[in-house]
């Protein structure tokens, strides 16, 4: 064994512990906001079903539905303003639905609006119709911002 020499010994290089515990630190901080905001947004996420929809899924399960936001067009000539409210009909794929909602509708409620009601399908008392309960209104208005019309009443600058 003479002349041989001793071969090098193998060296495994770990990281310090001190860098594992910041890589698993981070691992968990990345993980829990990756978490938080999945099941945040999903929970309060609430997407609108069309009227055709809403009608299909209502006569798929009659009296199993929650609250579901629906959007349509309103019918023209159908709005019929109420005490602390207003019916009107609202259309979309070749459905109609009645809607009865409680509250102010909104300065931009209108014939022929598009609308997205939010509430429940309720039973209607000729018992042949859908009818949709409302509390809520929103109404699409243009992408187009006009600032109103300023009256010429505004007192002029004095100079001093």
């Known amino acids: ?7 090098p010994a193998v060296v495994v290089s770990r990281p310090p512990r001190k860098r594992l515990r910041y890589i698993v630190a981070g691992g968990l901080c990345a993980a829990a906001v990756v978490f938080l905001l999945v099941g945040g947004l999903s929970r309060n996420i609430v997407y609108f079903r069309t009227v055709s929809e809403a009608v299909r899924e209502q006569r798929d399960s009659p009296g199993e539905g929650g609250r579901i936001r629906m959007a349509g067009n309103v019918v ?9 409210g207003v019916s009107f009909k609202v259309t ?6 009645s ?4 509250g102010d509708p ?3 409620f209108k014939d022929g609006a598009p609308v997205v009601c939010e509430g429940r399908f309720a039973k209607s008392s000729t018992g042949d119709n859908l009818m949709f309960e409302s509390d809520r209104l ?8 006009r600032p109103p019309a300023v009256e010429a009443d505004r007192e002029p600058n004095r100079e001093q």
């Open 99 to 102: 809607v009865v909602h409680r």
């Open 106 to 108: 909104g300065d931009l």
């Open 138 to 145: 929103m109404i699409k208005h243009g992408a187009e911002y």
């Open 1 to 7: 064994m003479e002349g041989m020499e001793p071969s």
């Open 92 to 97: 979309e794929g070749g459905e109609t639905v």
């Open 76 to 84: 023209i000539g159908s709005v019929v303003q109420g005490n602390g």
